[in-house]
């Protein structure tokens, strides 16, 4: 069974920009979640979705985004970059929400200069 | 509010040595209490997990952990480190009233095991 799938693997974008990144959850899986994992601050949730609904969403400002399309795959999208916006951007799935195991991505290295 | 702290940003171990990563956490209902490992530009990989039950709950790579409710605390422990076992580990903790698969992880503890 394949893993979680995230692409692209490596971003550079200038501040201003806007960036789309993309989720593959595990087949099968229909809940993902985004996660974004900073030297500073850590690993903090971006939102969580299921069959295409955004079901909870962590503490980030309105430039950050996703969706969910029929098929489970997600996206995300940040736009105006900032600096701060420079992490590695994680995706989760799980069968169904609220289950008690979540199969992490490689991630997604942006860089905003 | 669920709260995760992790004490020690970085552990040092000989190889060989027993490895003990400490974890506490804070939840106003049971949790769901995990373990994952990243090494470097890779993802989470999930080491184990407590939900209900057996409060010594044994994972991958001969890593178990402990949970105690009266000591809020989940640590992780290997009885003898292998230098394969440098790495980042994260504890999570998961709300389990909320139907919500949202964790919350503590700072990280890196893992450095020398000769």
């Known amino acids: 069974k394949a893993g979680v799938t995230q692409t692209p693997r490596y971003l550079i974008k200038t501040r201003g920009q806007q960036v789309t990144l993309s989720c593959s959850p595990i087949?099968?899986?229909?809940?993902v979640s985004w996660y974004q994992q900073t030297p500073g601050q850590g690993l903090q949730f971006l939102f969580e979705y299921f069959s295409e609904t955004q079901r909870n969403k962590g503490n980030f400002p309105g430039r950050f985004s996703g969706r969910q399309f029929s098929n489970s795959r997600s996206e995300m999208n940040v736009s105006t970059l900032e600096l701060g916006d420079s992490a590695l951007y994680l995706c989760?799935?799980?069968?169904?929400?609220?289950?008690?195991?979540?199969?992490f991505g490689q991630g997604t290295r942006l860089t905003v200069v | 509010a669920q709260s995760v702290t992790q004490l020690g940003s970085h552990v040092s171990v000989s190889e060989g040595a027993l490895v003990l990563l400490r974890c506490n956490y804070s939840s106003s209902v049971p949790p769901y209490l995990f373990w994952y490992v990243q090494y470097p530009n890779q993802g989470l990989q999930l080491l184990l997990k407590?939900?209900?039950?057996?409060?010594l709950v044994k994972g991958i790579n001969g890593f178990e952990a402990e949970f105690k409710k009266s000591e809020t605390s989940f640590h992780l422990t290997k009885p003898s480190a292998h230098m394969s076992d440098a790495a980042e580990y994260f504890c999570a903790v998961s709300d389990t009233d909320s139907g919500y698969s949202t964790l919350t992880f503590g700072k990280g503890t890196m893992l450095l095991v020398s000769p």
């Open positions: 989760a799935s799980s069968p169904r929400p609220g289950g008690t195991e979540a199969f």
């Open positions: 087949s099968g899986h229909r809940s």
């Open positions: 407590y939900t209900t039950g057996a409060t």
